[in-house]
């Protein structure tokens, strides 16, 4: 089992661009939940996708949007990138009905924003 | 809303016990993690406790969880140089979907 799987695993973009990051939930969970970890910063939530729709979303600007595939699968797309959106973003599965307890986590997508 | 405080830095040496502590503000949370982050790595689920528990050991580790001051800790016993790493405390947010984390405490482990 890979477990969770998130690319790229490091990237640098310019201000204003937009950028996709990919992640690939554990085998047997449905629900992705996505967070942004700036440097000295605990991990905050974006928002969580179940069924392809998203379910519940942290305190971040529209700029910020994502989508779940049929696959379970999910992206995190980011708009107008500032130079504040540079962060660690990080990726976690579980199983819908499932506490925290069984979230797994992915290595995450280092963003650059220049 | 949801808080969750904890100390910046600790430093310890090799063979001593580390404690690192929390404070968190939603009193509904059920559970309550420490989640452990190496260099350029993810975050990895060390442990967690129910929150009607007053403790749970695993190991190396004890969790304590005091309800009525909202104070968590973690103690690594015999603390070793692969436990030099970061160190999170989190709580559930009221849903009990997104996990609320704290900045982190950086354990340093010395020789």
């Known amino acids: 089992d890979a477990g969770v799987t998130q690319s790229p695993t490091h990237l640098i973009k310019t201000r204003g661009q937009q950028v996709t990051l990919r992640c690939s939930p554990k085998?047997?969970?449905?629900?992705v939940s996505w967070y942004q970890q700036a440097l000295g910063q605990g991990p905050q939530f974006i928002f969580q996708?179940?069924?392809?729709?998203?379910?519940q979303r942290g305190n971040f600007p529209d700029r910020f949007s994502g989508h779940q595939f049929p696959n379970y699968s999910s992206e995190l797309n980011v708009n107008a990138l500032l130079l504040g959106d540079s962060a660690l973003y990080l990726c976690?599965?579980?199983?819908?009905?499932?506490?925290?307890?069984?979230?797994?986590f992915g290595q995450g997508t280092r963003l650059t924003v220049v | 809303g949801e808080d969750v405080e904890q100390s910046l830095f600790l430093s310890v040496r090799e063979g001593d016990s580390s404690v690192i502590n929390c404070t968190y503000t939603?009193?509904?949370?059920?559970?309550l993690y420490w989640y452990k982050q190496e260099p350029g790595a993810g975050l990895q689920l060390l442990t967690y406790?129910?929150?009607?528990?007053d403790m749970k050991q695993d190991q190396r580790l004890t969790v304590l969880l005091n309800k009525k001051d909202k104070h968590l800790s973690l103690r690594i016993a015999d603390t070793q140089t692969g436990d030099s790493a970061i160190y999170f405390c989190?709580?559930?947010?009221?849903?009990?979907?997104?996990?609320?984390f704290g900045k982190g405490t950086t354990l340093s482990v010395s020789s």
């Open positions: 996708y179940y069924e392809e729709e998203e379910r």
């Open positions: 939603d009193s509904s949370s059920t559970y």
């Open positions: 989190a709580e559930s947010d009221q849903a009990g979907t997104a996990l609320i």
């Open positions: 406790i129910f929150s009607n528990m």
């Open positions: 085998s047997g969970h449905d629900t």
């Open positions: 976690a599965s579980s199983r819908r009905g499932q506490t925290n307890t069984e979230a797994f």
